[in-house]
């Protein structure tokens, strides 16, 4: 009895030293742990979408692929499988499994020496603690700080809180953080569309997802999921046909539909600087932002598909550069199929193939392809591939293969199954391709928001992010014309003022040469009509307009309309020497036909938060009317116009007209065939260095540009009309297809009158060409009275930077007519 007493006594002591030395601990490690209160405000990194104009997806921007589902949204299923892979006594423990925790000590005991893996007893309420709060550290301090967490998130949430944070939390492989996305990714399925056996799958996954790989290590993935069957079975969640069924199942995984991404990469790297800079990155890659963007799939596709068959087009007639690669003859002999997989395609290559020539005939070119497969490329296709010389300019034509390719070279090609007369290839005939190095851009955007529709910012954004559409700064040259002629018109000329188009001469100052602008063509024409002016884009006449109105007025227009800050106030930048971007340019245009009001351009409509709410619209406007709460026949709701007026909409619309006939018989007249209403305008500036062609119907305005992205000269010849001009072309005919033929908006205060196009004048019986010319109400001419020459009074110009005035013979600058006693009308 004394010893039972004292044994009993002893046990005691030690139980209370125990006991003390657990609080002890607790107290210890209770100190300084996590603030668990952040649980209940938990938003998980969340996936941030952009899409197109028309819903459809166009980017995904997100350091964890992961789609937040509320519990209640969680199908029993899921839940059960992962409550018997992980925690069976989930709804019964306050924390801590001690049962669990015995069993495995127990167990680890067992297994000492045995190398097999430490079996662990942590609850699910225990892996929130670990994954929210604490890291992966493997420590005894560690566990002992999870327990207590444990502890405390049990007391402070309810078990479907705890359980809806560890299933969106979790990480289960192939990129997957929460079961919704995995579900998703390992068998493209919503969570309610799962069967037994893919729920055990997942719910097998926690512990080391590597290590249950579906198709790397199919064996233990299909132990480790029959196993979490059995445990559903067990917990009274299956039944035994249920189990065996699903035991008896293939691990069938599939691979995640793509969704349709519309292809539009310039644009979205656009959007995403955009986000970032407001929202900071980490809201865009974590914020799950729902972004309205303002693309138009369609008119993208069409926009990259024109830019890159201009520049491909552009590339061709200035020769071939020679191949990609080039293997040694006896390489290609003795395994040419192996030595072309070893040559990279390059970046920008799209759909073309890689092959490498084999042999040369007087007739084709035998190529093996990357495939193993061969082919022949005739000479008719190798016929544009002269040598490329200095300057664009280009070598004899070749007459034979071999002018052009050599044994061993490695050059793309595409599959061909025509010639250019419309006569059928064999099959396996291909054609010689070459990536260009010319680079451009297009811009299409709605003039009466500036919505911004479509954008290709080059040839290829997986060999250049660089947007030329807006990041590239160029001289627009004679695109800026129209804004000279503008000031004009809000100065007091019409479109029938005559300026004088003859030779003119500035000096620079001391040690600088003389400054001679000339016309395109090299030629004078003599007084002419401004209309005329800005349909043939004459220098000259520019040049004494600018002169005449002061460049100061110039560059007021130039900042008005977007073009510039703060625009050099010298007369060579009245010809576009300024450089600027296509996007301003474009933009410009666009308040030129939507009556001088100005836009803001946009790549965003709306941006949505997490929760739904609109936390950004680029469209302010206030609208009480349009939400009623039912239609009860009352009017449509009409918004409040709040542009502001930049350019008088007369003047506007003039210059709308002028380039419409610059279209129709000028610079752009090639947009003639088209057959709508089209206005436009050409650019080009010094040694053919950029190419330019800017102009709009009367609800798109298109914008296109080309040229080196290391400023060289494109060639002589390769004005804006010729390597821009059908690029705009092309995407305008794929753009207006099948839309109605809408005629520019005429503004009042305008008066449509009859004219010569030659003179600008009331015409006279017989006389041909004539046009409708747009003047403001009380400027038309009102008869055609005696028109002999009359004596003009001088627009003397006032001294400016750099000017010293004409050494040319003493001529007018601008021509304005004094009318002669008993004669009436303006001429």
């Not at 560059?555 to 930048?573: C, I, K, N, T, W």
């Not at 206030?622 to 350019?647: F, I, K, N, S």
Request: glycine share 10%.
């Amino acid at each position: 009895m004394r010893f039972l007493l004292r044994l009993f006594g002893l046990l005691m002591v030690l139980a209370l030293l125990g006991a003390g030395g657990a609080v002890a601990v607790l107290h210890h490690y209770g100190q300084d742990l996590p603030d668990y209160g952040q649980l209940a405000d938990y938003e998980p990194p969340i996936v941030t979408r952009i899409h197109a104009g028309d819903g459809r997806l166009l980017a995904e921007y997100a350091e964890q692929k992961r789609v937040f589902v509320p519990v209640d949204a969680i199908p029993q299923r899921v839940k059960q499988a992962f409550i018997s892979a992980e925690d069976q006594e989930f709804y019964q423990h306050p924390g801590v499994d001690f049962k669990a925790l015995l069993r495995a000590v127990v167990t680890n005991v067992r297994n000492l020496g045995s190398n097999r893996r430490p079996v662990g007893a942590s609850t699910i309420t225990q892996q929130v603690a670990k994954n929210f709060l604490l890291t992966n550290e493997v420590s005894i301090e560690r566990k002992i700080k999870e327990a207590i967490l444990a502890f405390r998130i049990e007391q402070a949430y309810s078990k479907d809180k705890i359980l809806e944070l560890y299933l969106n939390e979790i990480f289960l492989g192939q990129r997957s953080y929460g079961v919704a996305a995995a579900s998703l990714n390992y068998f493209n399925k919503s969570l309610d569309e799962l069967s037994v056996e893919e729920a055990a799958y997942l719910a097998a996954l926690p512990k080391a997802p590597n290590n249950y790989h579906p198709t790397r290590r199919t064996e233990a993935a299909v132990s480790r999921r029959n196993w979490v069957i059995g445990r559903m079975l067990e917990d009274g969640h299956i039944g035994h046909a249920d189990a065996e069924l699903a035991a008896a199942q293939p691990l069938a995984t599939a691979v995640r539909a793509e969704t349709e991404i519309v292809k539009a990469d310039f644009f979205a790297e656009e959007v995403r600087r955009d986000l970032e800079r407001i929202y900071g990155e980490d809201e865009l890659y974590g914020g799950g932002l729902s972004v309205q963007t303002t693309i138009d799939p369609t008119l993208q596709r069409h926009a990259d598909a024109a830019l890159r068959e201009g520049l491909i087009a552009y590339d061709r007639r200035h020769g071939w550069r020679g191949p990609v690669a080039q293997l040694d003859p006896a390489v290609v002999e003795a395994d040419w199929a192996a030595a072309l997989k070893d040559v990279p395609a390059p970046a920008a290559s799209g759909h073309w193939q890689r092959a490498v020539v084999l042999g040369l005939s007087a007739k084709a070119a035998a190529v093996g392809l990357a495939d193993g497969s061969e082919g022949r490329i005739p000479m008719a296709e190798l016929a544009w591939a002269r040598p490329t010389l200095k300057e664009q300019k280009v070598g004899e034509k070749p007459r034979r293969p071999s002018d052009v390719l050599a044994v061993g070279d490695v050059v793309l090609v595409e599959a061909v199954s025509q010639n250019s007369d419309g006569q059928d290839y064999e099959a396996g005939t291909y054609g010689l391709r070459q990536i260009p190095a010319v680079n451009g851009g297009l811009i299409a955007l709605d003039p009466h928001t500036g919505r911004i529709l479509a954008m290709s910012g080059g040839y290829s954004y997986s060999a250049s992010v660089f947007n030329r559409a807006i990041q590239a700064r160029r001289q627009p040259g004679s695109a800026f014309k129209p804004f000279v002629y503008l000031a004009a018109l809000d100065n007091g000329y019409t479109p029938s003022s005559i300026v004088l188009d003859a030779p003119i001469v500035f000096d620079q100052g001391p040690g600088q040469e003389k400054w001679k602008p000339a016309n395109y063509t090299s030629k004078f024409y003599g007084p002419t009509t401004l209309r005329i002016g800005l349909e043939k884009s004459r220098n000259l006449m520019t040049v004494r307009l600018a002169q005449a109105i002061g460049m100061e007025k110039v560059a007021e227009y130039g900042r008005r309309f977007g073009l510039y800050d703060d625009l050099p106030q010298v007369l060579s930048m009245s010809l576009g020497a300024g450089e600027t971007t296509l996007l301003q340019v474009t933009s410009a245009y666009a308040m030129l036909v939507n009556g001088g009001k100005r836009v803001v351009p946009s790549l965003i409509d709306r941006v949505q938060n997490a929760n739904g709410e609109t936390i950004y619209r680029h469209d302010t406007r206030a609208c009480p009317d349009c939400r009623p709460e039912r239609w009860e026949g009352q009017a449509m709701p009409r918004l409040p116009d709040t542009r502001e007026q930049v350019a008088d909409p007369v003047s506007a619309y003039q210059i709308v007209a002028m380039l419409q006939g610059a279209v129709q018989r000028g610079t752009g007249v090639r947009l003639a065939s088209l057959g709508r209403p089209l206005a436009g305008k050409t650019g080009t500036t010094n040694d053919y260095r950029d190419a330019w062609f800017v102009g709009f119907s009367p609800d798109l305005a298109i914008g296109v540009y080309v040229g080196f992205d290391d400023p060289k000269t494109l060639g002589k010849g390769e004005a804006g009309s010729r390597a821009a001009l059908p690029i705009w072309k092309a995407f305008a005919e794929r753009a207006f297809d099948g839309k109605p033929r809408t005629p520019f908006r005429v503004p009042p205060g305008v008066r449509l009158v009859k004219v010569a196009h030659a003179s600008g004048q009331l015409p006279r019986p017989g006389e041909e060409k004539i046009i409708l010319e747009a003047f403001r109400e009380g400027s038309q001419p009102r008869s055609t009275g005696n028109r002999q020459l009359l004596q003009p009074v001088v627009r003397q110009p006032s001294a400016q930077q750099g000017e010293v005035g004409e050494t040319a013979p003493a001529t007018p600058l601008a021509v304005e007519p004094t009318p002669i006693p008993g004669q009436s009308g303006i001429y």
